[in-house]
């Protein structure tokens, strides 16, 4: 309430009993925030509207997210498994100063429970349909001068999409294994030093990229059976045998602060975060061996932030400095037949792609188009971009109180970054190619070899960041709040390989320039009688809008410039407190926001942004009603709402999803004061079938692919706490 920014918050009690588990399920409570969560290997974070989402090495994240204070924002290396936690906060709009990486747009911040004095436990076991298996809890003990916690979650379920491929699993199963160790050493009142070691581990099968053009597959139905081959050499070419995510994250982050004085305080924040993700999977949706891919992401990143604060009645400010290091590199090797490929793509051959009943008359194009003298030629190869980025800063916040109503805050972030991108590819000649015309070339057209040689480009920037913010308290429960801020994203160093006038491939280097957004809002918070909220209303002024595309001849994901958008919007959240035994809440957010509609803008002008909904609301109570004196029932029903989204930019509405209406509950009992608890819960409870991503690689070959988002899951869960 009492801080001029757009803030929503969930503690850690309202977690549990809303039965949040997964990073995605923070859509539903959090107004302007979408969380896409494709694969545990490629989440999507939105905020406003402004999507971060590119795996690429040489790509900035616009939504930064936080945990435990560090930035861990890298795209492949960003999801966990949310259990034992203290609180999630989401903060909108720029923060040049709040962490210690400037928020472009936003960010996420993930805080887990430390240790507390004393001995205390929890432990649930839980089961629900499509084999669902949990298992979760902590254990807890320490004194007032050291203490240490152990928090574990461990979930498994089957896949929701059935795959007919007689060598492949069921799409969408997952096996997820978090556990986290922390430490809390407090000798003195005046310090204290946290350590947390946490490691993630997904062992998931594929993800249902279904195709509507090519084969029967589930689309329609949704969740209907679908065929998904992968490719015959996949564990030789690929990595792994079968399609699916094989992920390992390891973080630690060290946290200390000192009380210097009355005034004067100090922070260090400082984390370590190492991910390994091999994720195969079928880009064409099809039985057909056409667009079989991996992609290997692997890196590191690594930071340290210092922070004095000086607090009186009339002044607070704060200084600091922040350096941020990261390296890491997306591989995506590919595996295939190139008749197939150059059937279903060209129709050169004339046999047809795939038939309806899943056979793969593309099979037969090489034995055709070489006179039975072949029937398969088995293509593969890779390409990798690949990044090693610095950024060192100073920042400095000042807040001055003139009156006690009254408070205005200014400050800034100084910025250096170096970004250094390389480039990698093996991409052999087409056998096929050469058969039919005697020529060499690559199969996929504008996919060239650098024969294993690492092309590299380094280019350093700098920036400065400002806010302003102005807080106005009417009355002790009652604030005004407005700001101005400026946000940015990183140039891109986009580097890859074309080939020059005599045919030879040489490095193409195109780097995009910063996007930059002046934020403009302002609102109220407070609480009146039994309610409390806050209205807000933004307005986000972008330059060079970044956008990232399939190329539409090889596949690759590349960024490139949409030139100016704008992005109007209001958000709104209440709560009631109805009864000691009865909390209401409500939210709803909407946004007017997209590329400008003008001609400078291109094909890009007038669209929406990606997985941007103009709508979006939510609604629900918490009741937790005593039966006796150690005895309740407890009931935790919602019901959210979504309008229209584009997959993609520019908009096409063959990619896009209309309006998602989902009902949630969870309740039961609580006995003995709450030691014992029994809860059943159910997710999407209408079964409401609908898309939660279209278009993808397969897109760019011109067979677009859908995502179906998960059906309706129901369970019961057991907790037993000491």
Known sequence: MDVPITLSALSGEAIRDLGVTDIGQLSAYVPGLNVQIQSANNPGFVIRGITSDSGSAQESPRVTLYYNGVDISRSRGAYQGIYDMERIEVVKGPQATLFGTAATIGAISLISNKPQPGLSASATAGVGNYGARKLEGFVNAGNDVIAARLAWQWLKRDGYVKNLAPDQDDLYAQNQLGLRGSLRYTPTDTFSADLVVTYDRERNSGTPFLSRSLGSTSVDGIYGAAYLGGSATSAEDLGLSKLGLHRHVWDANFTANWELSDDWSFTTVNGYRHFNALEVFDADGSAAPYLEFAEHAKGWDASHEGRFTYSSPTLRASLGWNYYVEKSYQKVPFSLEEGVLVECTTGLIGTGCVNADNSVPAELATYYATGGYYTSLPYSGYYENQGKNQTWSVFADTTWIPTPRLELTVGARLLHEKRHSGY???????????????????????????????????????????????????????NLYATVSEGRRSPVVDLSATTDDSGAVVPELNVVEA?????????????????????????????????????????????????????LGVEGEVSAQLASWLTAFANAGYISGGIDDKASNGKYAGSQFRLQPKWQWAAGFNLDLPINQNDSLFLAPSVTYRSKIYFEVPNDEDTSQDPVTLVNARGGLRIAQGKYTLAVWGKNLANKRYLMDAGNTGGSFGYPTYIPAEPRTYGLDVTVRY
């Open 515 to 567: 996007e930059t957004v002046w934020n403009y809002e302002a609102g109220i918070k407070g609480k009146l009688g039994i309610f409390s909220g806050s209205l807000g209303v933004y307005y986000d002024d972008y330059s060079n809008f970044q956008v990232s595309v399939y190329n539409a001849t090889t596949g690759q994901s590349v960024t490139e410039s949409a030139g100016s958008a704008g992005n």
């Open 424 to 478: 990698v590819s093996q991409v052999p000649n087409s056998t096929f190619y050469y058969l039919l015309y005697g020529t060499e070339q690559p199969l996929i057209t504008g996919l060239y070899s650098t024969d294993g040689e690492t092309y590299t480009a380094t280019r350093s920037f700098t920036a400065v960041l400002p806010r302003v913010n102005v807080l106005y308290h009417v009355t002790p429960d009652i």
